[in-house]
């Protein structure tokens, strides 16, 4: 991993460029996102492309590469913000300036399909980016305070609890509870996103190489057949042993669908993270939830799997 670049830290009064590199969207989305932007007491600043639609893109590959570069090349815009993920974030990858965003190292917030982004952009540039509610999220008073946290308050140590809320949801859904596979706890760099993302990129140049390191996973709207062939992938792409630890978020809608006979979601995970012999939990708060925290790509940390906690062992901005 390339040494690592940390974006000014986000302030009040800021200008947030609003983007759509991935999915399309509509007029309802980015109200909502402005009100987002606005109640943070930033400034909203649109993407020449936002409302562009193609297919299932928010427009072509070429319109959604210059709303990205614009908005790392304006001097007035602190942090991007997708307004959400969908799909296509892939597809930017090989024509991406990886200089220019070398050059003007900014925030980089959100989840799903920016994932794709993520792991490219730290592993061309160093650039430490943000897996996070995007722009159109429902902030929740955990995942504001937390994103907040991290991309404006730089500390040298910031210890992340787990959602209560979400562990009140388990009694009613249990995929929303914790369960620690293996104990302990481990220190490394923080790589990770969507499953399937991670897994699509294998084998690729913008690879997740996740040895040594806290390997963050999570997934919606997926069968669990369909979660063991990514795991596999990875663990034959890069192996799960040789991470420091594996954290697996909270998975929506992610049981069996139509299958007569199917593992369960945590059948599935155990049957990777049992021969294990690192820390390994699942049901954190991360994934396509209202109270996830914010993580920063790249940047050390500690999994602490009986305090249920993740630590940031240095800022994730300057």
């Known amino acids: 991993m390339k040494p690592l670049i940390k974006p000014p830290r986000l302030r009040r009064g800021d200008t947030v460029g609003l983007i759509a590199p991935g999915g399309y969207t509509g007029e309802k989305s980015i109200a909502k996102a402005r009100a987002n932007i606005e109640s943070l007491g930033l400034k909203v600043r649109e993407g020449r492309y936002l409302r562009e639609i193609n297919g299932n893109y928010a427009g072509t590959v070429e319109q959604r590469l210059s709303d990205l570069h614009a908005m790392f090349a304006d001097p007035e815009v602190t942090m991007l913000w997708p307004i959400r993920g969908g799909s296509g974030c892939i597809s ?20 799903s399909d920016i994932t794709a982004l993520h792991l490219a952009i730290l592993k061309e540039t160093g650039l430490v980016t943000f897996h996070g509610p995007v722009a159109s999220s ?17 500390q040298p140590r910031y210890t992340i609890p787990m959602a209560l809320e979400n562990s009140r949801r388990a009694v009613l859904q249990p995929h929303f509870g914790m369960r620690t596979v293996h104990g302990g706890s481990a220190i490394g760099p923080l790589i990770g996103g969507n499953l399937s993302l991670v897994a699509a990129l294998a084998g690729t140049p913008y690879a997740a190489d996740f040895r040594d390191a ?10 669990p057949y369909r979660i063991d062939r990514w795991m596999t ?12 630890a ?6 929506e809608d992610c049981g069996p669908e139509h299958e007569d006979v199917s593992l369960t979601l945590d059948q599935t995970f155990d049957m990777h993270l049992q021969p294990l012999s690192i820390p390994a939990v699942t049901g954190y708060s991360i994934g396509h939830i209202r109270n996830q925290f914010t993580i920063p790509m790249g940047v050390e940390a500690t999994l602490d799997a009986e305090r249920q906690t993740v630590t940031l062992l240095e800022a994730a901005v300057s």
Do not use: W
């Not at 806290?214 to 069968?223: C, D, G, K, R, S």
């Not at 992938?233 to 420091?244: E, H, N, S, T």
């Open 92 to 111: 930017l990858l090989k024509e991406l300036d990886y200089g220019l965003i070398r050059r003007h190292p900014k925030i980089l917030l959100g989840y």
């Open 138 to 154: 429902t902030l929740s008073d955990y995942a504001r305070e937390h994103m907040l946290a991290v991309l404006g308050n730089p």
């Open 214 to 223: 806290i390997l963050f996973l999570e997934e919606v709207n997926e069968a």
């Open 233 to 244: 992938q990875l663990d034959l792409a890069v192996g799960f042993r040789k991470a420091a």
């Open 246 to 251: 594996v954290m697996i978020g909270i998975c």
